[in-house]
């Protein structure tokens, strides 16, 4: 098998790097090829790479615009899972935490602590007591220290010092315990970039519209540039189909049936802001069904998630003013000032991958996943969690590998920081100096190395070069216009969407959804992209038209009636 003739690559995903990649999907072919952006594919991707094969990884949108953009933002073992008695998951999962705060993405994952009020004496502290211990003991069996502090119990002095807006009546203890969160959209073009690096050759917005058959065997796929609508083959060896909750679309091309079925259980949160109420930590809280997550992000919090079957658009699932006061109601229950419809900023619905067939329940439905060689030439990895990915990507190449000729090597990945992770901890202990350097505040440096790790000085140059790119997006203090111009020229954002929804959170942070920093982000990467004037209008237009729909959406009273009205803002093509 070839293997890449360059030690390394550029890491850059610039409109540059786009075309050559594209070129080379056409004109050669592949050991695999591994369609799907989201978090498994792009995981994927890397795994294969990192084995010394050639690999291509498209994907029909924009990176992680399924999916693995709408996540819970958690790295987590699933504390859940435990009830559920699901302990090789929940062990797999925290190993995998450990692994990516330590060692794969320093900079993208962090700690997060949280509470578990207490209502019940003795029974309760017990019964979720023994739970936490469960979850720490696990989150040692992985060889190395877990990253974050054990759990600890509460009087309810304690508690009330931690979340003073906790209802008097909510809590008589609590018990607190660590996981890990993580900018899911961010992580996964961290992702691609870093497979990107290794020399495979990545292209998103790059549809797959059939396979390519020799009898009955996969040997490659039709495919449609949908910047350009040029269609051309792509040939491999092996072909990885990772389209999460577009797994069951994808198998019907082939012509064949599938060997399992995907079911997507829809999630939605709300983003409020962190001054709303106070506490110190994170909340973890009982439902009738399931739990809802209390989780601080950064000058927010986010509410979720709720957990019902969803039929309808895959690809811009709606919220519904049902799904919104669900998750007030259920937060309100412990807060001693109710939160309303006016203090939620942002609201996203995400569809999480389910295997079908075994629960009529989609909460519970397993997370575990299957990889499958659904014909020859084909493999097929879904379900799973954000969280284990990394295990999910391996899996899926050790059976495209399996069916390679020669032997190919294990995966490496395990040991293989994302672009960015080598050199955070010695930068970040170094940031007043860089800030001085650069002359901007030291809490927009920690900003930057907590998104880009090391890469952050191309963000820097960017400033030093153009020093108005220092200046904050309207509507959207935390963010700065060298990481609009960044997203267009590294990091393979396309479309103002691209930038507002997924490289920054602004469609979700801001007040405004980012309508008012739109046309300042749609110039910016105009410039870097050659866009003219009528371009950026349409790019600012469609951008408008989402934010309008989305939250048209959210005022509708069911799940028809918020697909209907979100989809009257058209697609980008």
Do not use: C
């Not at 696990?138 to 009330?160: A, E, I, K, N």
């Not at 259980?265 to 983003?271: A, E, K, P, Q, R």
């Not at 300042?520 to 729909?549: N, T």
């Amino acid at each position: 098998m070839s293997g890449p003739t360059h030690i390394e690559h550029s890491a850059r995903l610039g409109p540059l790097e786009r075309a050559e990649a594209i070129e080379a999907l056409r004109s050669e072919e592949l050991d695999v090829l591994v369609i799907g952006g989201g978090i498994v594919g792009t995981g994927a991707a890397l795994d294969a790479v990192t084995r010394g094969l050639t690999v291509g990884l498209v994907e029909q949108r924009d990176w992680t615009s399924g999916t693995s953009s709408r996540s819970s933002k958690l790295v987590h073992g699933g504390i859940r899972y435990l009830e559920q008695l699901d302990f090789r998951l929940v062990r797999e999962a925290l190993i995998e935490r450990g692994l990516l705060l330590q060692q794969l993405a320093p900079h993208l994952v962090k700690p997060v602590r949280f509470l578990y009020p207490l209502r019940r004496p003795v029974i309760e502290r017990f019964y979720i007591g023994a739970g936490m211990l469960l979850y720490d003991l696990f989150s040692y069996t992985g060889l190395r220290p877990p990253g974050v502090p054990h759990h600890r119990h509460l009087t309810r002095t304690q508690v009330r010092k931690l979340a003073p807006s906790l209802a008097s009546d909510a809590y008589i203890g609590g018990i607190t315990y660590y996981d890990a969160q993580v900018d899911d959209a961010r992580y996964t073009a961290s992702v691609a970039r870093t497979a990107a690096h290794y020399g495979a050759h990545v292209a998103n917005r790059v549809r797959v519209e059939g396979f390519l058959k020799v009898g009955e065997r996969v040997v490659g796929v039709r495919a449609r540039d949908r910047e350009t609508d040029e269609a051309f083959e792509i040939r491999a060896k092996q072909v990885v189909n990772a389209t999460g909750v577009w797994t069951d679309d994808t198998q019907s091309m082939v012509g064949e049936r599938g060997k399992f079925k995907v079911r997507a259980s829809t999630g939605i949160h709300l983003v409020v802001p962190r001054d709303r109420f106070q506490s110190a930590a994170g909340l973890l809280l009982r439902t009738e069904k399931s739990v809802l997550f209390v989780i601080p992000w950064g000058r927010h919090w986010l509410v979720g998630t709720t957990d019902t079957d969803w039929h309808l658009d895959k690809a811009h699932p709606a919220a519904t003013a049902a799904d919104i006061d669900y998750l007030l109601e259920h937060v309100n229950r412990v807060l001693s000032i109710p939160l309303t419809r006016e203090d939620v900023e942002g609201v996203y619905a995400g569809l999480r991958p389910l295997l079908a067939g075994e629960s009529d329940e989609t909460s519970q439905l397993s997370r575990e996943h299957i990889v499958a060689h659904a014909v020859p030439g084909l493999v097929v990895i879904a379900g799973g969690k954000w969280t284990t990915y990394r295990v999910m990507a391996k899996d899926a190449i050790d059976a495209a590998a399996s069916a390679l000729d020669g032997k190919v090597p294990a995966s490496a990945t395990a040991e293989i920081p994302l672009v960015g992770a080598v050199g955070y901890r010695a930068a970040w202990n170094r940031r007043t100096r860089i800030a001085r350097k650069a002359g901007i505040h030291v809490t927009r440096v920690e900003h930057l190395l907590n998104r880009y790790g090391t890469l952050a000085q191309e963000v820097l140059d960017l400033i030093t070069a153009r020093p108005e790119l220092a200046e904050p997006l309207p509507g959207a203090d935390d963010y700065v216009g060298a990481e609009v111009v960044y997203a267009a020229s590294h990091e393979g954002a396309l479309h103002v969407d691209d930038v507002l929804a997924r490289r920054t959170r602004i469609s979700i942070e801001a007040w405004d959804r980012g309508v008012s920093a739109a046309p300042v982000a749609a110039r910016l990467m105009g410039a870097e992209l050659g866009w003219d004037v009528e371009r950026i209008e349409r790019e600012i237009a469609y951008y408008l038209r989402r934010v309008a729909a989305e939250r048209a959406s959210q005022e509708q009273p069911d799940d028809a009636s918020a697909d209907r009205v979100r989809l009257e803002a058209p697609d980008l093509g």
